[in-house]
Nanobody, 117 residues
Framework: QVHVVESGGGLVQPGGSLRLSCAAS????????MAWFRQAPGKQRELVAT???????NYADSVKGRFTISRDNAKNTVHLQMISLKPEDTAVYYC???????????WGQGTQVTVSS
């Protein structure tokens, strides 16, 4: 079992910045793929950014150039640095820890990000 906890959400004005953090603990079968998703009210959950254990990041087009994902494999943590935030970035942000070889997928409880003046 893997426990996933996000932190760092909050209220920020348009153009502001936030840094989200995610810590995974428990039985790590291998080095997982770690990702950030978000879900806005009335919308489906969408992938924001992902990074493999080898450090290859991928981003949704809507956040490229503004969000940066980074991870520390030794600590099983992943962060999402968000700059130039827009109201449309408002959502609950979820951390995902995935072990594709084992078909195992774990989610955190989510952290609210609200971008508003």
């Amino acid at each position: 079992q893997v426990h996933v906890v996000e932190s760092g959400g909050g209220l920020v004005q348009p153009g502001g910045s936030l840094r989200l953090s995610c810590a995974a603990s428990g039985t790590m079968f291998t080095t997982p793929i770690m990702a950030w998703f978000r879900q806005a009210p009335g919308k489906q959950r969408e992938l924001v950014a992902t990074e493999t254990s080898a450090g290859s990041p991928n981003y949704a087009d809507s956040v490229k150039g503004r969000f940066t994902i980074s991870r520390d494999n030794a600590k099983n943590t992943v962060h999402l640095q968000m700059i130039s935030l827009k109201p449309e970035d408002t959502a609950v942000y979820y951390c995902n820890v995935n072990f594709p070889m084992y078909g195992l997928d774990y989610w955190g409880q989510g952290t609210q990000v609200t971008v508003s003046s």
